[in-house]
């Protein structure tokens, strides 16, 4: 555990170091600093760059030159330890040259920097694979024999393997049952595992946080509630569905007011909510219903959906009470579509009422619901729909027909038609 | 002579700094980069838990446009057909195919006529027949006159019927999870208007019936340059762009879109062979003019594979073609050019592809030119010119090297350490003549472009990814 840093540690400082070896020239240090770092790196990159690294020339300015050219008038080169150099040698004044070969330079020490991390990286990551199944081979026996009542003793854990641990817990609990279960939390209990989570969950890494989470909505643990309840409200994706799902584990009156808190801060997948929802038991319904009647008209429609979405005939009420004078399309369409499932011959007068609404959404859902609640004498309501604008809305209708009246109907219904959407419509749902 | 001289000094010095704003950009990008696929690991090690996976995601409509597909059809859409997700349709669109695309899906899928009421939302050529298949009912097949590719996708939005739509290239492999993880941001955030994923290169790869069994590195040199290519390209090129919200391209191999929102800003162009970069550039331009929240994302996991080609006439065809769609989208919608209000897409990302996409090849190849002057001519820096080609030998390498990296730190897609050394060999080799022809075809494309030629589909020489792409690679040494 402790290895893998470090080595990534010195991968870093030889980075470092290549870059600040490489800084020199570009910062102003001139040519010669360079060369008494690097000599031979100096050399084997650029041969030719040796031969320019002299005292200026007067007059040169910045304008390019040939080697050759400057070779021909240059002085002779003083020695290392002349007293020219020793007083500091004069620096060439070519900066064009000078910032390429600092920028070869420093372009060079990143390639062999970056070379060497990645090796490292991937060590690093076959090394902790190995332990990973080195652990497993270890622990996998243990578990599974105390899973079948086997006293085996558990061996001893290292520090850097408990999160494996917990990870290789979690595994195995997602495939037993019953007596199984009561085996699992007797491990838990003898590693302390309410403490090694509870810790986690407050200060461990994002992956090591959500592990944690599982661990203290497998054990139900109490004390887990405040500090869960604190991720919820973090409102981020992952992280606080899962506290939400752990907490409606330990304690579906908490779980519920996470998740009420969570639907009015976020619009999140409803299928997952929904998921979590069905798991914190009764209640749900009536936790939605109560959220429901704080938010005014037009912000309803999330919390329709989810209402919708629970198959709880118990929201039956709830929505037709918030149809009753509602305005929003959206929630109208939303209470529609929950009514057609859910409700019974009751909800026909509704459906036919919004078959002729301005919004097509609205149209579409009130044909849609029409087709699960009408009777077959709302035949002759539903046929003009057929020759709508809307092409969901033709769709939807022809549906409908096709449940109310059979395909004897619908396919009299195209031979009597005229409409060429009507019949294409008509036609299609018959071969579906 | 002495303003000449002055002229290609100030070339050099535009050379140089060209290099080093490009640095800063490439390092600002791979540090965004960095950061996305840091977050994406974080949960990657631990099992997504199932009720992320409900059932109750939004369903999604699979367009496959495909022209003259016969050899790889079938196999993708069994692969697509495969994929886990709980509600989605597939929609074949075959575009006036002049092989047997259409009777080997017959074939296949036992495809017979269904009555389509077709909901003709985008301008498209006519359909010829709607197909459904009698094994597989969530697949539908559209058979339309021929209009390339952007009109074919076109037609099969007006077929589908979710309020999603991924479109897919008839050549690409899927992994199983693709669709479920590219519709993430779509549910954590719902101004998602479209969701763009990391293709791969499934050349030495080892497929069965349109799956991906190993990944592995292919034979072709070729082949390999073009794995670092798409490193470089999905991972620095597009991934870093999402979080600031200034992503240009959603590759039309793989993207998932918000369907009424691509309606809304008129589907696909015909006109235009970079359609999939241009629709991602308008709907840019279209949301933000008509004040409309938007984020247009990407997912950084290998999603989709694709068959890159392994001989020189193709790739030249496709690296033409790209340069030139990437210059069609540019100045089709150069409205976007800081444009009023600022936003990272129009002020940012549109004037870094202006300099660092469009002009690169152009610069390069000017500094080509400079350099075999400067080596040739008498009376001019020699070394300096050589420095300068070291220079940009290096960036390339540097560049390549970094793309690696990340790969090895995020999905370590490929898992033998000889594979890792070939990569970074391929990585220095590339730059020794590959670049230069890549280069010299971009001009082609930049060129053409100019000439105002117009485009159709590409046409791909393939080894087709129904069978073994090349020989199974040997078990990962140890």
Same mark, same amino acid.
């Given at each position: 555990m402790h290895r893998l840093p470090v080595r990534l540690r010195g991968a870093l400082l030889a980075f470092l170091a290549g870059l600040l070896m490489q800084w020199g020239p570009l910062c102003g240090a #001139?040519?010669? &600093?360079?060369?008494? @770092?690097? $000599?031979?790196?100096d050399l084997a990159l650029v041969p030719a760059a040796r031969a320019e690294i002299q005292p200026p020339i007067p007059d040169e300015g910045l304008a390019l030159r040939s080697g050759r050219e400057i070779a021909g008038r240059l002085p002779e080169r003083p020695s290392a330890d002349s007293p020219q150099a020793a007083a500091?040698? $004069?620096?060439?004044p070519d900066f064009q040259f000078q910032l390429l070969?600092?920028?070869?330079?420093?372009?060079?020490?990143?390639i062999v920097a970056l070379?060497?991390?990645?090796? =490292? %990286?991937? /060590?690093?990551?076959?090394?902790?694979?190995?332990r990973e199944a080195r652990f497993r081979k270890r622990w996998e026996p243990v578990l599974y024999g105390r899973m079948a009542g086997d006293p =085996?003793?558990?061996?001893?854990?290292?520090?850097?393997?408990? =999160? @494996?641990?917990?990870?290789? /817990?979690?595994? =195995?609990? #997602? +495939?037993?049952?019953?007596?199984?279960?009561?085996?699992?939390a007797d491990v838990a209990k003898e590693l302390e595992f309410s403490r090694l989570a509870l810790h986690l969950l407050e200060s461990g890494a994002p992956q090591e946080r959500l592990i944690a989470m599982r661990v203290v909505a497998a054990l139900r643990l109490k004390e887990a509630i405040a500090p869960l309840q604190e991720k919820v409200e973090q409102a981020r994706p992952h992280s606080s569905l899962e506290a939400a799902n752990a907490l409606l584990q330990i304690s579906p009156e908490h779980g519920f007011a996470a998740l009420r808190k969570l639907l009015t801060l976020v619009d999140w997948a409803p299928g997952a909510l929904v998921a979590m929802l069905k798991t914190?038991? !009764? #209640?749900?319904?009536?936790?939605?219903?109560?959220?429901l009647a704080t938010l005014p008209q037009g912000a309803g429609a999330p919390v329709l959906r989810l209402l919708a979405l629970l198959d709880d005939y118990a929201a039956v009420p709830v929505l037709r009470e918030r149809l009753r004078g509602n305005a929003d399309d959206q929630e109208i369409s939303v209470i529609l579509h929950a009514l057609g499932k859910l409700g019974g011959a009751a909800e026909r007068t509704a459906a036919i009422e919004f078959l002729d609404h301005p919004g097509w959404l609205v149209r579409m859902q009130a044909a849609s619901a029409l087709g699960e609640v009408g009777l077959p004498e709302d035949?002759?309501?539903?046929? $003009? @729909?057929?020759? &709508?604008?809307? /092409? /969901?809305?033709? +769709?939807? %209708?022809? !549906?409908? @027909?096709?449940?109310?009246? #059979?395909p004897d109907a619908v396919r009299r219904a195209r031979a009597e038609s005229s409409d060429r959407y009507a019949i294409d419509m008509l036609h299609r749902v018959q071969a579906e | 002579m002495e303003t000449f001289q002055r002229v290609i000094e100030a070339f050099t010095w535009f050379l140089i700094a060209y290099v080093i704003v490009f640095s800063i950009g490439q390092v600002v990008i791979s540090a965004l980069t960095y950061g996305i696929v840091a977050r994406s690991m974080q949960f990657r090690s631990v099992e997504v838990a199932e009720f992320l996976l409900s059932a109750s995601e939004p369903p999604i409509s699979v367009v496959v446009p495909a022209y003259n597909e016969e050899l790889t059809i079938v196999a993708a859409v069994r692969s697509i057909l495969q994929l886990r997700y709980a509600d989605f349709e597939v929609v074949v669109v075959n575009d006036g195919s002049r092989d047997g695309t259409l009777a080997a899906l017959t074939e296949a899928f036992e495809l017979e006529v269904f009555p389509q009421a077709y909901h003709a939302r985008l301008e498209a050529r006519p359909v010829r027949g709607v197909y459904r298949s009698a094994t597989n009912p969530n697949l539908v097949v559209i058979d339309k006159e021929n209009g390339g590719k952007a009109d074919a996708i076109n037609a099969g939005i007006n077929a589908s019927r979710y309020p999603l739509f991924c479109c897919i290239d008839a050549d690409s492999i899927l992994e199983r999870d693709s669709l479920l993880r590219v519709v993430q941001p779509f549910i954590e955030d719902s101004r998602t208007v479209a969701c763009g994923g990391t293709v791969r290169l499934v050349n030495g790869g080892q497929v069965r019936q349109g799956r991906l069994l190993r990944v592995g590195m292919p034979s072709s040199w070729l082949a390999r340059f073009q794995i670092v290519e798409y490193l470089r390209g999905f991972l620095f090129g597009r991934m870093g762009w999402s979080r600031p919200n200034g992503l240009l391209i959603i590759s039309g191999a793989f993207g998932l879109m918000h369907k009424d929102s691509v309606i809304e800003c008129g589907g696909y162009r015909h006109e235009t062979i970079g359609e999939d970069m241009e629709l991602t550039v308008r709907m840019h331009r279209m949301l933000r003019k008509r004040g409309r929240p938007y984020r247009i994302s990407y997912v950084p996991e290998p999603v989709c594979w694709t068959e890159a080609p392994e001989d020189w006439k193709t790739l030249r065809n496709q690296r033409v073609r790209w340069q030139r769609g990437l210059c069609e989208s540019l100045w089709l919608n150069r409205g976007m050019l800081f444009a009023w209000p600022p936003n990272t897409a129009g002020w940012v990302a549109f004037p870094y592809f202006l300099l660092f996409e469009w002009a690169a090849p152009l610069v390069e190849f000017a500094g080509y030119l400079l350099l075999a002057w400067m080596l040739l001519a008498p009376g001019t820096a020699a070394q300096t010119a050589l420095l300068l080609l070291l220079v940009a030998v290096f960036?390339?390498?540097?560049?390549?090297?970094?793309?690696?990296?990340?790969?090895?730190?995020?999905?370590?897609?490929?898992p033998r350490r000889r594979d890792l050394l070939l990569l970074f060999a391929v990585g220095v080799l590339e730059n020794f003549g590959y670049r230069q022809i890549n280069v010299l075809w971009r001009v082609q494309g930049i060129w053409q472009w100019m000439r105002g030629k117009q485009g159709g589909w590409g046409v791909m020489q393939r080894k087709g990814i129904g069978e073994a792409v090349a020989k199974p690679p040997a078990p990962p040494s140890t």
């Open positions: #001139g040519e010669s &600093d360079v060369l008494l @770092l690097k $000599p031979s790196l500091g040698a $004069p620096r060439h070969t600092g920028f070869a330079l420093f372009l060079f020490a990143t070379l060497i991390t990645s090796l =490292v %990286a991937r /060590w690093s990551r076959e090394t902790a694979e190995g =085996v003793l558990l061996p001893p854990l290292a520090r850097n393997e408990r =999160v @494996l641990l917990l990870k290789l /817990w979690l595994h =195995v609990l #997602g +495939y037993v049952r019953d007596e199984a279960i009561d085996a699992m914190g038991g !009764q #209640g749900a319904t009536g936790m939605l219903a109560d959220l035949w002759e309501r539903l046929r $003009p @729909l057929l020759e &709508d604008s809307h /092409w /969901w809305v033709r +769709y939807r %209708a022809a !549906q409908s @027909l096709l449940k109310l009246g #059979g | 960036f390339g390498v540097m560049l390549s090297t970094l793309a690696v990296l990340l790969d090895e730190l995020s999905f370590h897609v490929y």
